[in-house]
């Protein structure tokens, strides 16, 4: 009885040990597997950083830096276009591995997610009818409507700060939505990148009669952080690893420069 019990326990130890290895062969494999892709977010509703075209391509900066250290790693892009609002909750529920978005890296959102590295800062302006006056202390527009990209970190700022001066805020899904309303005398103003909108919007016939007026929002790192980088899920120390050593590699050999002189006549690295 004990001889037989003995090697029943011997041929469950050997099964266990199979079964186990078996696990660990899976895992091993799906990491591997995981290793070879990566899922990036993007909005693909903001040119020239992201965009889609008539027949749903993907381009802009983004997406040409994100392919850029996607080949760095030595890893397949797998994109995946989502609302810019839909970003980190698609990140912390595992339906991307990153966001490469031109998603700012502030203090609020590094409570919900990690970022690699800045990959460009640009500050963003007011935009308003050409000729309008507008002081540091943004007394004109109390009042008045302004109107800012949903979940932006412009919408966080205007939240927070220009609310709380009779200013009214209109939230709109894309910032293109909020340009429209603009030029279409729906709202006073628009609060967005100084970049997009001087390329999405000023240098279309949609923007003639409008410039950007009045300060900068460099003043407010507390809101705008100091640059856009790529939002990973928290505590994901390797995949930051991997970003962060990709980005060097591509401002060092050349590749940056060469995406960034596609769409840009200037550098929008922001201070090194």
Known sequence: MTTRTSHTGVNHLKKTHVFGALVLSAV?????ADQKTMRMGIEAAYPPFNYADQQGKLGGFDYDIGNALCEEMKVKCQ???????????????KKIDAAVTSMSITPDRLKSVDFSKKYYHT???????AGTELSDSLVELKGKKVGVQRAST??????????KTGIEVVRYDTQAQAFLD?????IDAALADSVFTNDSFLQTPQGKGFAMVGPSTASKPEYFGKG??????????????RLDAAIDAIRANGTYDKVMAKYFTFDIYGAR
């Open 28 to 32: 091993s494999l799906f990491a591997h």
């Open 79 to 93: 994109w995946v276009v989502l609302a810019f609002d839909g970003m980190i909750p698609s990140l912390n529920t």
């Open 123 to 129: 500050p963003g302006r007011y935009t308003m009818k």
């Open 154 to 163: 412009y919408d966080r700022f205007a939240t927070a700060e220009l609310e």
């Open 182 to 186: 603009l030029q279409n005398g729906r």
């Open 228 to 241: 856009a980088g790529i939002a990973i899920r928290k505590g994901d120390v390797q995949t930051k690893e």
